[in-house]
Every structure is written in structure tokens, then in C-alpha cells.
């Protein structure tokens, strides 16, 4: 591998090496600058608070501890977000999901009348919209004021989504669907077998998107959910994290005010590293859709 | 809006084509019913109703009252705003932000595509992209935990400066702050599309160039660039059109006490004013003063790329 790299870079001229390796070093800063506080945060999560609060980080093991791990993990509060994060995603995700898939369809038929009317009418609001106030109140009027719907029903539409989707649907070839109305099958059974079928890596972009979007979103939960068994992950995190306020229980058994401070402290290094986990394991395995997906998206809607 | 089953021949011409649309209609009623009414329906009850709610704006709402039993004040609440002291400061944060935002912000992921569009080694480069990507996937609270707790005063940042400085407090630290995570963290994503766009650069025409001796700063004027050119301006148009609605959440997960000379936004401020202080007509008033300021500078910007354009626009 190395002397055929090497060979590579030999074939360019002086001034472009120059080039090159400028490119790189700015290059390596930024990948630099992405991994040195992960790492950090991952060796601060094990370290004693009162170590890593005086010294820093240290690699003298016997300062090293699990506590952390172990309140955040032994809190309900945590899982609880978890399991509702969890819940909101994959109904969100479900929803969103199948009715963009199906509003793209009509929107990608030439033929279908009214496509002008409704794509006016969707494209509208993604430039104009009531804003906070008009919605909140008409939320409060449909009475889903802390309820599931509030944080599924508003964006389960997207707009850009369906637009990909339809710029999708309009790439597969013509014949398929001449094929299918030959055999006399019906919109839904073109739609189901034959269509859908071709179309798992934009569903599958989709899908993570609205996914991801939801699992990471905290405005809709904090101004429409009030009851602490209705918080999604990212509202407990963020009384830990930003509002300083650990989850009672997490640190009342420390005795002093210092002591507890310096606890709540190390629980953000650990909060950060459980909470980001699982979508940082999931996303690998997306990661071969992301330019299929991206470049849908990037012909001109 | 070429009509293929309604011949041109036909005198009554108004009627046959409702006609046929009925019939059209009636033989399609599957794309109109099933197909298409949810998202329909989702549209007009959450998007096209609060639109309705925007007269509260003219109004001294009570939410107790209701509507139709609310005072109403006519153009008072905008005049409030306008006239207030504190509206050019947010006015000024929100500009500040987006501008400063959009000018170090947009040119980041255009260069780390061209960056990664010259390593040589198609396995590294997955590699790197699966490292620039990775900032994506974590959750604004955590981005801004992250922050908050690199830069405390016992940090990692101030035990590598040897300082004790608190960041968060600073309001000249604030948009610093902003801007510089928002590329930490949205850059490599970014990217994604400039480099899906300069690998369909034709191999063949970079070969040629090469060919002919061009470096490598004249392959990007003359072969890169140009692949990339309108997905460059089509990005652009958007990031301009979006320029007034700032991301709230970041803003306010940012915010402490002592940094909102800098760090309150229109946003964050229709929030507390509506919300939390319960002034629902007041804070309807400066959002729609938002929006339309909004859909102003995308409707002038559209005008104007499709003057240089050649009359291609969005």
C-alpha cells in the first residue's frame, strides 16, 4: 500500500506538492479538532472529579472511577427519556415517513391534476408559516397540549422530503410502470410492488433523517410536554447539561455544596458519552445511503 | 398545460375541460384519497391554520377571552417593537449572527470537499468522511454541553491556555462560540454534496487537463469549479432565504444570564415574550415581522441570481 501512495504523490510537480500539502495539514486540523475533544471527553468521563478538576486529566489509573457511569445509568429519569426519545422516533419516523412517500407519488405523475395547486400550497410554507404564538394556541384548541400527537402530527409532512422523493420517483424508468398498467394493475399495486421496491435508499435517507431529526430536537417537547414521565432524552439532558440541574437523586447524597458541584460536573462528561452512543454506533451503518440520498436531494426540485 | 384527452376542436371548451377533470378525477380517485389528502390535511390544519392565528398580532390577545373578544389594537404591538430600545439590539443579533455565520460558515464545507477530493486513497478518504460526519449526529443539547463544559473555567480549553476565563459569561465570546461549533459541527455534513458533485466531475476532462500541465490550481479553476458552480449558488440562495431564522434551540441552549447582550435573538426572544411572559399578541407581532423580512430577502435574492444567472433561478 505505502510505496504505491507514495508513487502517487511523487507524480506531482514541485509547486503542486506544495499545494497538496498545505491542503492536507488544514485537512488534518480539522479532523484534529473533531477527535481531540471526543477523546477528551471520553478519558474526563472516568476520571475522579476531584482529579480532574485540579489536574485534569490524568492516566494514573487508581483516579480513575465508574461513579459517574453508574448515577447517571442508576437514574430513572435518563431511561425514561430514552424509552420516550425512543418511542416519538420510531412512530415519528413511521408517520413522517409514509405520508411523504404517498404524497410524492401524485406530485411525480405528469398527468395528475391539481399538481400545480398543491405544489403551490406546500411550497408556500416552507418560506411562511404562523409562527411560535398561532401554533402554540392552536395546539392548546386541538387540546394535544401534552400529548404524543403535539410532538408527531405538526412535522410529520416534509415538504423537502417529499420534493426529494418525488425528484426520485421521477428517476425510475418510464417502462416499469408502462409494464405495470399493461397488466392492468391499479395505482396502489404499481405504487406497493412495483415502485416502493426501487426506492430503499431514499426511503432509507428519508427515514434517518426524520429519525435522527427527532431524536435530537428538544423545542417541540419543551413547549408542548409538561409532565416529567412525557420528557424525550434530550429535555433531561438538558436540565443536566445546560441548566445545571442534575436529576434529583444524582448527586444529593454528596454532603457538601463543592462536592456536589464537582459531581454534577463529571455526570455531563458521562451524560454526554450515554446519550450520544447509540446514534454514533447506528450511523455507520447508514452511511453508504448518505450520498445517494444527498445527491436525490440536490437535483433541482 | 397541454391537455392530452380534451381535443383542441372542442367549442365548449370551459365545460368539456371540467368535465374531463371530473372524469380524471373520478378514474384517479385513489391519487387524490388515498395518496395524497394525509399529507393535505396535516398541511392545512398545522400550517395553513396558524396562518389564520397570525391577527392576533393586531390584537391585545387574552388567551382567556379568546379571539373575537380580545381587544383589538391594530399596528400598536408592531409600533411597541419597532420603537423600542431593544429591538434594533436583536435585530442586530439575529443579523450579526447569520451574516457572520453565513461568511465563515458557507466556504467551510466547499473547501473540505475540494480537500477531500484530493486524497488519493479512496479507503481514507471514507475513513475521513466517516470522522467529519460523526459531529453531525449529536443533538444540539449535547453540541452545546460539549461546549459548555470545554470551555469552563476548569476546562479543557483553559487548562491548555492555563487560564481560568468563563466563555459562556462573555457576550464577545458569544457569536465566536456560535459560529465556530456550528462548523465543528455541520461542515463535514455539508460537504457531503459539493463532493458527491466534483467526483461527477467527468474523469476523462481532470485527465486531459493534467495532460496538458495545468497544476492543480488551474485544474480546480477549470474543471472543478465549474462542476460545482450551481450547486454552490443553489446553497447559497437557500442559506440566504434562511438568514433571518437563526436556529432557536442552539441560541437558547447557549444563553446564560450574562451573555444576552449578544446572544438574544428575535427567536429566542418571541419565546419568552409569548410563552413565557404570556404577551401572545406582542410576540406574534415581532415573528411575523421576522417572516416577512425573511421572505423579502429570499424573493430580492432569487431576482438577483437569476439576473446573473442567465434568468436560472430556484
Same mark, same amino acid.
Given at each position: 500500500m505505502k510505496p504505491k501512495k507514495k508513487s502517487e504523490f511523487a507524480k506531482y510537480p514541485a509547486g503542486d506538492k506544495t499545494v497538496l500539502i498545505i491542503g492536507y495539514v488544514i485537512l488534518g486540523l480539522f479532523i484534529a479538532a473533531i477527535i481531540f475533544p471526543v477523546v477528551y471527553i471520553i478519558l474526563a468521563s472516568f476520571i475522579d472529579p476531584i482529579t480532574l478538576q485540579n489536574k &485534569?486529566?490524568?492516566? %494514573?489509573?487508581? !483516579?480513575?472511577?465508574l461513579t459517574a457511569y453508574e448515577r447517571v445509568l442508576g437514574n430513572s429519569q435518563i431511561w425514561i427519556g430514552f424509552k420516550n426519545a425512543l418511542i416519538y422516533s420510531v412512530l415519528f419516523t413511521i408517520l413522517s415517513v409514509v405520508v411523504t412517500l404517498l404524497a410524492a407519488y401524485p406530485m411525480s405523475r405528469? %398527468?395528475? !391534476? &391539481?399538481r400545480g395547486f398543491f405544489n403551490t400550497i406546500y411550497v408556500i410554507t416552507m418560506f411562511f408559516g404562523g409562527g411560535l404564538i398561532p401554533t402554540y394556541l392552536l395546539i392548546s384548541n386541538l387540546h394535544m397540549? %401534552?400529548?404524543i400527537w403535539a410532538i408527531l402530527l405538526? &412535522?410529520?409532512?416534509?415538504v423537502w422530503n417529499m420534493i426529494i422523493a418525488r425528484t426520485y420517483y421521477m428517476g425510475i424508468p418510464r417502462d416499469l410502470q408502462e409494464a405495470a398498467e399493461i397488466d392492468g394493475a391499479n395505482e396502489m399495486v404499481y405504487f406497493f410492488k412495483i415502485l416502493l421496491p426501487v426506492c430503499t435508499p431514499i426511503i432509507a435517507t428519508i427515514a434517518m433523517w426524520q429519525f435522527v431529526g427527532m431524536w435530537n430536537s428538544y423545542f417541540d417537547a419543551m413547549i408542548y410536554l409538561n409532565s416529567a414521565s412525557k420528557q424525550p432524552l434530550q429535555l433531561v439532558l438538558r436540565s443536566i447539561l445546560?441548566?445545571?440541574?442534575?436529576?434529583? &437523586? @444524582?448527586?444529593? %447524597? @454528596?454532603?457538601s455544596t463543592a462536592e456536589r458541584a464537582q459531581l454534577a460536573e463529571l455526570l455531563k462528561y458521562a451524560t454526554i458519552i450515554i446519550s450520544s452512543l447509540p446514534l454514533m454506533i447506528m450511523y455507520p451503518f447508514f452511511q453508504k445511503y448518505f450520498d445517494n440520498g444527498i445527491m436525490a436531494g440536490a437535483v433541482k426540485g | 398545460m397541454k391537455n392530452a384527452s380534451a381535443p383542441p376542436v372542442e367549442k365548449s371548451g370551459g365545460s368539456s375541460k371540467i368535465h374531463s377533470t371530473l372524469v380524471y378525477v373520478r378514474q384517479h380517485w385513489q391519487l387524490y384519497v388515498i395518496f395524497m389528502l394525509p399529507a393535505f390535511l396535516l398541511t392545512v390544519i398545522f400550517r395553513y391554520l396558524p396562518m389564520g392565528g397570525i391577527? #392576533?398580532? =393586531?390584537t391585545e390577545y387574552n388567551p382567556i377571552r379568546g379571539f373575537f373578544a380580545s381587544e383589538w389594537v391594530g399596528l400598536d404591538n408592531f409600533k411597541r417593537f419597532l420603537s423600542s430600545p431593544d429591538f434594533m439590539r436583536y435585530l442586530v443579533n439575529t443579523l450579526k449572527l447569520s451574516v457572520f455565520g453565513l461568511l465563515w460558515g458557507f466556504p467551510a464545507p466547499i473547501l473540505l470537499a475540494f480537500l477531500l477530493n484530493r486524497i488519493l486513497s479512496t479507503k481514507t478518504k471514507q475513513n475521513l468522511q466517516l470522522i467529519l460526519y460523526?459531529? *453531525? =449526529? #449529536?443533538?444540539v443539547i449535547v453540541l452545546c454541553g460539549i461546549v459548555r463544559i470545554l470551555l469552563s473555567p476548569t476546562g479543557m480549553i483553559n487548562s491548555l491556555l492555563g487560564t481560568g476565563t *468563563? =466563555?459562556?459569561?462573555m457576550p464577545e465570546a458569544f457569536r465566536t462560540i456560535y459560529i465556530a461549533s456550528g462548523i465543528w459541527q455541520g461542515a463535514g455534513w455539508a460537504s457531503i454534496i459539493y463532493t458527491a458533485a466534483l467526483s461527477n466531475a467527468s474523469k476523462e476532462l481532470k485527465e486531459a487537463a493534467v495532460i496538458d500541465g495545468a497544476n492543480i490550481i488551474q485544474q480546480i479553476k477549470a474543471v472543478e469549479w465549474p462542476a460545482i458552480k450551481d450547486t454552490v449558488l443553489i446553497q447559497f440562495i437557500m442559506s440566504v432565504g434562511n438568514i433571518?431564522?437563526? +436556529?432557536f434551540e442552539k441560541a437558547y441552549a447557549l444563553q446564560t444570564d450574562l451573555n /444576552? *447582550?449578544?446572544?438574544? #435573538?428575535i427567536s429566542t426572544y418571541v419565546y419568552k415574550k409569548g /410563552?413565557?411572559? +404570556?404577551d401572545y399578541g406582542f410576540s406574534t407581532a415581532v415573528g411575523l415581522f421576522n417572516t416577512v423580512i425573511n421572505v423579502i430577502l429570499l424573493i430580492s435574492m432569487n431576482a438577483l441570481v437569476k439576473k446573473m444567472n442567465e434568468g436560472k433561478g430556484i
Open positions: &485534569g486529566l490524568t492516566f %494514573d489509573f487508581s !483516579k480513575w472511577t405528469t %398527468d395528475f !391534476k &391539481g397540549l %401534552d400529548t405538526p &412535522g410529520a409532512f416534509s445546560v441548566q445545571n440541574q442534575p436529576e434529583p &437523586g @444524582m448527586v444529593s %447524597d @454528596m454532603q | 391577527m #392576533i398580532a =393586531f460523526m459531529p *453531525n =449526529f #449529536i443533538s *468563563n =466563555f459562556m459569561t433571518m431564522s437563526v +436556529g /444576552l *447582550n449578544t446572544s438574544e #435573538i /410563552l413565557l411572559d +404570556g
